[in-house]
């Protein structure tokens, strides 16, 4: 399928592969020569009709976004240049927080982003889904708006404390300092 892509691209195109690090080895392989050299290896047919030919694919520019490198294979991050992105400000979480609340209409008190933001240890995915949840406790309430206060005691109920931990990370760290020995 990726081959069939872009051999298809004519004019100056980025291909973007999110989540690399899920792509299968043999996937990541064939992308070596475009790569390095703006060419793909190309196979069609099978058998004793199977033919090899190169496309010239120049016009290709490959970028791709991954939250676990060390899963890549090494040839293929030899081949990469690597940038590391900042990490979102509680200010930016709290924006992200606010527009999923706007786009629910429903009405929030001023600090309340940034105090859900806070608990969204700097991951906008997860501030999403805490401001959903929110949402949800605030609907069970039977509340029209979320007042102050009620990110705390939505995430008191959740088990997330102030500094974004829950249950499942405090076990983590238990674990590594008591079971492995802080090892």
């Not at 992105?85 to 009405?107: F, K, L």
């Not at 608990?119 to 406790?137: A, G, H």
């Not at 500094?163 to 590594?176: F, H, P, S, T, Y």
Request: glycine content about 6%.
């Amino acid at each position: 399928d990726l081959v069939g892509l872009v051999v298809k691209m004519s004019a100056p195109t980025v291909l973007f592969i999110d989540e690399v690090h899920a792509v299968s080895k043999s996937v990541l392989e064939a992308t070596y020569t475009l790569l390095e050299d703006g060419k793909l290896d190309v196979i069609t047919g099978s058998g004793s009709e199977a033919m090899a030919f190169t496309q010239e694919c120049p016009h290709v520019t490959v970028v791709s976004g991954t939250t676990r490198p060390g899963l890549l294979p090494e040839p293929f991050r030899a081949r990469c240049m690597t940038f590391t992105m900042a990490e979102y400000s509680d200010e930016e979480i709290a924006t992200i927080v606010s527009r999923v609340w706007d786009r629910h209409e429903i009405p929030y008190a001023t600090d309340e982003p940034l105090e859900l933001a806070r608990r969204s240890k700097s991951n906008p995915r997860r501030c999403v889904s805490l401001s959903q949840r929110t949402l949800d406790f605030v609907a069970v309430l039977g509340e029209p708006a979320i007042h102050p206060g009620t990110v705390a005691q939505a995430m008191s109920v959740f088990n997330i404390e102030d500094n974004g931990m829950e249950q499942v990370d405090l076990r983590g760290i238990d674990a590594l300092v008591n079971v492995f020995n802080g090892k």
